[in-house]
């Protein structure tokens, strides 16, 4: 026992000095953060086993710590590296690399009824540009603020209706429209998930829900892409800033929508006929 805890503890350093994952190599970071564990497995079962006299401990202590220290900073240039290759093809390709981590929240529980990008105007039937996403809910549904920020606008907004912007800063800023009541005020700082406003169907809609949009230095963004890539950019910094090229605007100006707006309810249901009374005839001038 004594032999076999002695060659795993010394030569496991050796071999995952080898074994670190060039920059190139998929899953070089959770590959790292395995071997780092390993590490400190046995750097307990030294410390523990007594089966390893003190001098044979302290140097198999030291060359894993030296190692880790190692890996670290392998790891640290890796993502330094990566992080400066994707910032210059960004600048390169002149697109934007936004950071979204603020937005942390749904505005409401996700029954998503009308996708983002070009859709049948529900209205007018032509071809037009749907700029965020509708989520269906009943009217009074309590809206919530997407992320931290301060209230940049609230009122009514053409066939927006009651409408609620919020600046999150770094050019971020989602908007909440066609809103039956606003609860909150222009200045006002809001927390992600603070209740701002309520579904309802002012403005031009075709039924109660909540149109919600993303913007990025004004230009309108998928909602769904965009809390998506926020997660991903605080989970996982790098692959959120690589999956942050969705939002570019060149691919943003192409999506498609095949999702139908919410409808209203039958014409029947809205307003029932008066019983007891007859259909009025209609006079022609």
């Known amino acids: ?11 496991l350093p050796i071999a995952c000095a080898t074994a670190v994952p060039r920059a190139r190599d998929p899953g ?24 390893l006299d003190a001098a044979v401990t302290e140097r198999v ?16 240039d890796l993502q330094a590296g990566l992080q400066a290759e994707l910032v210059a093809f960004a600048d390169h390709a002149g697109m934007i690399m936004p950071d979204l981590t603020v937005l942390s929240t749904e505005p409401v529980a996700r029954t998503e009824s009308s996708g983002f ?55 971020v800023i989602t908007r909440y429209a066609h ?24 403005g031009r809609t075709t039924g109660p829900h909540l149109h919600f949009e993303v913007r990025l230095d004004g230009a309108p963004v998928s909602p769904i892409a965009a809390m998506a890539v926020a997660t991903m950019q605080r989970d996982l910094p790098i692959a959120g800033r690589f999956a942050a090229l969705v939002l570019s605007p060149e691919l943003q100006s192409t999506a498609e929508s095949d999702v139908d707006p919410p409808k209203q309810r ?12 007859g259909k009025r005839r209609q006079v022609l001038w």
């Open 179 to 202: 809103l039956r009541r606003i609860e909150t005020k222009k200045t006002a700082a809001v927390t992600a998930g603070q209740v701002i406003g309520q579904v309802g169907s002012t």
């Open 28 to 51: 070089a970071t959770q590959a790292t953060h395995a071997m780092a564990s390993d590490a400190q497995a046995v750097v307990a079962l030294a410390r523990t086993s007594g089966l």
């Open 117 to 171: 990008g070009w859709r049948d105007d529900p209205i007018r039937h032509t071809r037009s540009f749907h700029s965020g996403t509708d989520f269906r809910g009943d009217p009074g549904t309590p809206v919530m603020a997407a992320g931290d920020g301060v209230v940049k606008f609230c009122g009514r907004m053409g066939g927006y209706g009651n409408v609620v912007d919020i600046d999150h800063g770094g050019g």
């Open 1 to 11: 026992m004594h032999r076999v805890c002695l060659v795993a503890a010394t030569v």
């Open 266 to 277: 039958g014409k029947s249901e809205q307003r029932p006929e008066r019983t007891g009374r």
């Open 61 to 76: 202590i030291d060359q894993l710590v030296r190692w880790k220290r190692d890996v670290r900073d392998r790891l640290h």
